[in-house]
């Protein structure tokens, strides 16, 4: 037998390696696997924003460089983040709001520029592809440029609905693809807004599922066939729950024509609800989650604790992918908008960098679950606090988390192999067999 590899993290000590010795104890709860597998896994990552790359920048070299392998380095030690997210124009976490074309009725889009990435998001996203050049990255806008929206602001709003405006709005897609390929950037997936639910007070913009129809099956699906542009259409991120299901993803999958050019879905926040009924009736289609839930700033274990059933949550029900929101932001994680929100890491005012609980928790899944990996099914009174998978090696990746204030033994049954183990008081655990 292959040696057992056991990690474990409480609110006190952060990725223990535990010895896994048998145990003879008749089990608290059991749990093991069906036989049968359900979706694959493509990959975990999290997404590059301006407010990321300037706290990075606020590292030395040797941390900054520290800081990437641990994040995406492929065959490290660290989070292997290989699925990651970009914003087309600004994202509410970026440095102050902006388009990449606001030259007013610039249908032929030409002053397209992404000059402004330049300076803080590339840096930071070049970065990552340097540690590793394979990583998906899929983009989304918050915003379309102003001059399309009524009001014309980033803030609140919707497409003017006209012919020429979506015309220009999928050529401004279109431009932001071979922008970023001009810069040796493959982006791999268009997400075509951001919330579509939600009119906000930083930027956003409100599409109903037959607009979304619409502008995929006669404008921008159209359009990257012509340029031959090989990206793939996703719904997204959709942020409504389950009583938006019918209108979105179930209105644009039954439609051949729309259908033929979306490859997937990717739900975040109250999206969640409508996962299990998407994966169940269009297993063909990738689903991610496309961005976690982003706390209040604390970072604190609680909330780590939130964000660990949230995993479970969504890989249980047939996610692909799972992203994470801020990677990197500084002390206390506020917005330009001034929402403070948790991130991964915090680069703190003397200029260190600490790695928070929620750092802790990607890595119990993203570390030993590679992509490709199967999940399997599992059974037993312990599968609410588990998931399994299946790599393509062979080995086998339990994750479960012990939210009890005292230690738990627990059996994990596999292929007809019994392994006992007691989880520690409140703690989150992999275990690679």
């Not at 006190?12 to 535990?18: D, G, I, Q, R």
């Not at 066939?225 to 959709?238: A, H, Q, R, S, Y």
């Not at 506020?334 to 003397?350: A, L």
């Amino acid at each position: 037998m292959n040696k057992i590899k056991w990690y474990s993290t409480t609110n006190h000590h952060f990725w223990t390696e535990l010895e896994y010795v048998a145990e003879n104890a008749d089990p608290q709860s059991t749990i093991e696997t069906t036989g049968q597998t359900d979706q694959s896994i493509d990959g975990f990552g999290g997404c590059f924003n301006e407010l990321g790359g300037i706290a990075l920048e606020k590292l030395s070299e040797q941390d900054r460089e520290a800081l990437m392998d641990l994040l995406f380095a492929p065959d490290g030690e660290g989070l292997r983040l290989n699925y990651n997210r970009l914003p087309i124009g600004a994202s509410d976490y970026a440095e102050s709001w902006y388009s990449y074309d606001e030259a007013k009725n610039d249908y032929a889009m030409e002053h397209f520029s992404i000059e402004r990435d330049k300076a803080y998001l590339l840096p930071y996203l070049q970065a990552g592809l340097k540690r590793n050049p394979s990583m998906t990255l899929f983009s989304s806008p918050w915003s379309p440029p102003t001059w399309m929206k009524f009001p014309q602001a980033y803030n609140y709003g919707r497409l003017v609905w006209t012919k020429e405006n979506l015309e220009a709005y999928a050529l401004y897609f279109a431009k932001y693809i071979e922008a970023y390929a001009k810069e040796n950037i493959k982006i791999d997936q268009i997400h075509i807004q951001n919330e579509p639910f939600a009119d906000q007070k930083f930027p956003s913009c409100l599409w109903s599922g037959e607009q979304f129809r619409e502008f995929i099956g006669c404008f921008m699906g159209p359009l990257f066939d012509k340029l031959g542009l090989n990206v793939e259409i996703f719904l997204g991120t959709l942020n409504g729950d389950e009583n938006n299901y019918d209108e979105y993803a179930n209105n644009i999958f039954h439609d051949p024509e729309a259908s033929r050019y979306v490859k997937g879905v990717s739900y975040q926040w109250a999206g969640k609800y409508s996962l299990a009924i998407t994966h169940e009736s269009w297993p063909e289609k990738t689903i991610i989650q496309s961005e976690n839930e982003c706390g209040d700033g604390r970072n604190d274990w609680n909330y780590a604790r939130y964000i660990f059933r949230l995993f479970r949550h969504y890989l249980s029900n047939g996610v692909n992918a799972y992203v994470y929101w801020n990677m990197i932001l500084e002390k206390d994680g506020m917005s330009t908008w001034g929402w403070t929100q948790n991130s991964m890491i915090t680069v703190n005012e003397d200029a260190t960098y600490t790695l928070n609980p929620e750092f802790y928790v990607m890595k119990h899944f993203s570390r030993f679950i590679c992509p490709g990996a199967k999940r399997l099914c599992l059974k037993g009174h312990w599968t609410g606090s588990s998931v399994a998978f299946q790599n393509p090696d062979g080995s086998t990746v339990l994750v479960t988390q012990n939210p009890y204030k005292e230690a738990k033994t627990v059996s994990f049954t596999h292929e007809g192999q019994q392994y006992t183990f007691t989880l520690p008081s409140d703690s989150f655990n992999t275990i690679v067999l």
